[in-house]
């Protein structure tokens, strides 16, 4: 399933994100099933300790992640639709 990831932060644990981001980047390589799969990279939000990314996740993948960054890192996972199957289901459901 794809989602619209929305991570936020404390300012103060950016320095703690960011060592965390080069054995994050070993994990996924190793292991790249473990986690989600990025569909549109990681976006700052202006003048925000927010961040966006759409992925693409099981469930499982999805705890891994919040576990992974955790304390850190909140996370909000949206689940997002192709717009044409949408309208393709409603179009069955009449």
């Avoid at 965390?20 to 390589?29: A, L």
């Avoid at 689940?79 to 949408?86: D, R």
């Amino acid at each position: 399933m794809k989602y619209i990831s929305f991570m936020e932060y404390c300012l103060e644990d950016v320095d703690k994100i960011l060592e965390k981001e080069k054995p994050y980047m070993e994990e996924t390589r190793k292991f790249p099933e473990k986690y989600a799969k990025s569909l549109f990279p990681e976006h700052g939000m202006s003048g925000e300790a927010k961040a966006f990314e759409v992925i693409e996740a099981t469930p499982e993948q999805l705890i891994n992640e919040v576990i992974f960054w955790m304390p850190e890192v909140k996370f909000k996972f949206v689940p997002i639709f192709e717009s044409s199957k949408v309208t393709e289901a409603y179009l069955k459901s009449k």
